[in-house]
């Protein structure tokens, strides 16, 4: 090992600690953890599970170099902390020290910019309870493949000693810390760890520790041994200015992370590729949560790109922050003290002259408050679809998930799909649900204008109360009602995928020409729906229903309403089993009439219904009505994926 990894590993080690009880000398240590910014410190989740499962408030000691502190959870990733095995994904746990961080001074590591899951050697540091007292060890470990989305997988013939779980994976060629350590094997050499970038996953408490982490290392903090870890990464050297260097990344992201945080993740995507020149990032595009995980796209490999990409991005997040009058006078003037640095005078334009793409220009302050996004069609905008595909045979219902993304140009792509083999049952839906989708649409929500919602289901399950699911990782964007009183969620027919049938275009293409729409009700008082009468609606007739649709005579007439071409509809899930409507029909239908006549464009109709149910959130008796209507809105312009070729069966 040469003398700077030598001076990398000391580093690592000063920052690395290890978890115990809070009141006893003797105990034996629960495992190993390291600091990631003042007062912080990252842990696996199964290190703290079995002692505060029962009670996350439960207190207890952080031990390192120089540290010795009382201690509390954060927050961790675990869904069901009564779960024997902790999924690679929930396998991380934050911890913060109690009083003001300033009281325990101590060493951070440096964690790694880029999102992309590290191969080849590194260093495993942690603690382990070798007698007579707990010791530090590090051992040389490699990554030789990877797991699911945020898995390392250890090489055999390397031992990981008990104690070290949670403790950091060190990168001696870039410097960074790139993972967590999760497991050892039994009995066995080698083990798992956890990527870095799963981080990400934690949101808002993400967000403050980062920003935390690169002013620590902003301030250029120095160990006794007079070291800090940006002096010791590799990398370009100062000299030049046309490279960019590990002191540049340091100064580049402590101005980051003193500006407003990004509103969403397109935003951060978008300036990023408009820094690339519209040159895309190898692999794909991981959780955008901060203006520094923007910055960790302008890489080839592990190799920074040219410092005219590095300002160029910097300018582009100054030139958005300014336009929503915020302040970065800061990074403005450095951005300029560093372009002097460098040396292709002719090019210096191609920073100073950026200008914000149209998609994120500020709106003009004279719009009204409330504006009604029309739901979009081809090429206008993406969608995300769920397709909830029945198990043949299963009694009761079980479903076959997938996740489809459609960027509103060209085929949708699916996302992620059930790897199960029974299926999942309809109250099960949302756990298996909340952490791909939630991952999903986070990625894809613009500020003020979510990415709307499509849940395809076979006729017989339109009941289904997708409009009332709610999501903890939705949640997190600043909403803790239900999926649909935030985004605009639709229903589709499963028995459509693939290409449309005749009647069903005609009559969409004939809606798009409408300004007025009316409330049909269907079936009418005395009368027994044909399929003729579907069939022969007038275009501006829009199905609404007081019943149910898995019932009848609800069943029945939505059934008619697709063989007959129809895309759009209204139903009541909670709605009456008699025959004879009661008074409060009445009131339904009058209401969803004077909703259908604020439209002014079949497309309005979602967001529409969603405002209303906004109101409803916001305690608007008067708006009752909607909370339990179900909306199919089925465009044949962008029909479903079509069917797999294999059938799905239930298992013998």
């Known amino acids: 090992m040469t003398e700077r990894n030598d001076r990398l590993c000391d580093l690592a080690r000063a920052a690395t600690v290890h978890l115990l009880a809070a009141d006893g000398d003797d105990r034996p240590l629960w495992g190993s953890g390291f600091f990631v910014a003042p007062g912080w410190v990252l842990t696996a989740a199964h290190v703290l599970r079995p002692h505060l499962a029962a009670d996350r408030t439960l207190g207890f000691r952080v031990r390192g170099e120089g540290v010795d502190a009382e201690a509390h959870l954060a927050q961790w990733l675990l869904t069901d902390p009564r779960c024997p095995t902790v999924p690679l994904e929930e396998d991380l746990a934050l911890v913060r020290l109690a009083g003001d961080p300033d009281e325990h001074p101590h060493e951070c590591v440096w964690l790694a910019d880029r999102a992309v899951r590290h191969s080849g050697a590194l260093k495993a540091c942690g603690f382990y309870p070798g007698p007579p007292e707990t010791h530090f060890r590090s051992v040389d470990a490699e990554i030789n493949g990877h797991e699911d989305t945020y898995g390392l997988i250890i090489k055999p013939d390397i031992e990981l000693p008990a104690g070290v779980s949670g403790g950091p994976l060190l990168d001696p060629g870039t410097g960074a810390v790139v993972g967590l350590i999760k497991s050892r094997r039994r009995q066995q050499d080698g083990g798992k760890a956890v990527a870095i970038s799963a981080l990400r996953r934690f949101g808002d408490t993400y967000r403050t520790v980062m920003a935390a982490h690169d002013r620590w290392h902003g301030d250029e903090p120095q160990s006794a041994a007079g070291d800090n870890w940006i002096d010791l990464q590799g990398g370009p050297s100062t000299g030049g200015g046309e490279r960019w260097t590990p002191a540049d990344r340091r100064e580049a992201l402590r101005l980051l992370a003193d500006l ?79 372009l002097r640095k460098e040396p292709r005078k002719p090019m210096h334009d191609f920073v100073r002259e950026v200008s914000l793409p149209a998609a994120l220009r500020p709106a003009p302050e004279d719009l009204p408050d409330q504006i009604v996004i029309p739901y979009p069609g081809p090429g206008e905008g993406p969608t995300v679809a769920v397709l909830l595909d029945p198990v043949i045979g299963a009694d009761p219902a079980r479903f076959f998930w997938q996740i489809w993304y459609d960027e509103g140009e060209g085929d ?154 129809h895309g759009v509809a209204l139903w009541h899930i909670d709605g009456h089993a008699s025959r004879a409507c009661p008074e409060a029909c009445d009131t339904l239908y009058a209401r969803v009439e004077e909703l259908l006549g604020t439209m002014g464009a079949l497309a309005e109709l979602p967001d529409r219904l969603r405002q209303v149910r906004q109101d409803i959130s916001e305690h608007r008796a008067d708006r009752a009505w909607a909370e339990p209507m179900a909306l199919l809105y089925d465009d044949p312009r962008r029909p479903l994926p079509p069917e797999e070729a294999e059938t799905l069966d239930a298992p013998l």
């Open 260 to 338: 407003p945080a990004p509103p969403d993740a397109p935003t951060v995507e978008l300036l990023a590729a408009k820094a690339r020149s519209g040159n895309k990032w190898p692999g794909g595009t991981p959780e955008l949560l901060t203006w520094r995980d923007g910055y960790g796209l302008l890489y080839e490999g592990v190799q920074p790109l040219d410092a005219l990409t590095f300002l160029r991005y910097l300018k582009h997040v100054e030139t958005y922050i300014d336009s929503r009058r915020g302040d970065c006078a800061a990074l403005g003037r450095w951005i300029d003290r560093r």
């Open 412 to 565: 949708p792509e699916m996302y992620e799909a059930d790897a199960s083999v029974h299926g999942c049952a309809p109250e099960d839906l949302v756990r298996a649900l909340r952490e791909p989708l939630g991952r999903l649409l986070r990625a894809k929500d613009r500020d003020g204008s979510p990415v709307p919602l499509e849940v395809a289901l076979p006729a017989g399950h339109f009941d289904t109360a997708v409009h009332r699911w709610r999501f903890d990782d939705i949640a997190e964007l600043h909403d803790t009602g239900h999926l649909a009183v935030r985004r605009r969620v639709v229903l589709r027919a499963l028995e459509r995928r693939g290409d449309p049938d005749k009647l069903w275009t005609e009559r969409w293409q004939a809606m798009l020409g409408r300004r007025r729409f009316r409330a049909w009700r269907t079936p009418a008082r005395h009368d027994v729906p044909s399929a003729r009468g579907y069939r022969e609606a007038a275009f501006d007739r829009i199905p609404v229903m007081c019943r149910p649709a898995g019932r009848e005579p609800g069943r029945t007439s939505l059934r008619l309403a697709l063989e007959n071409g």
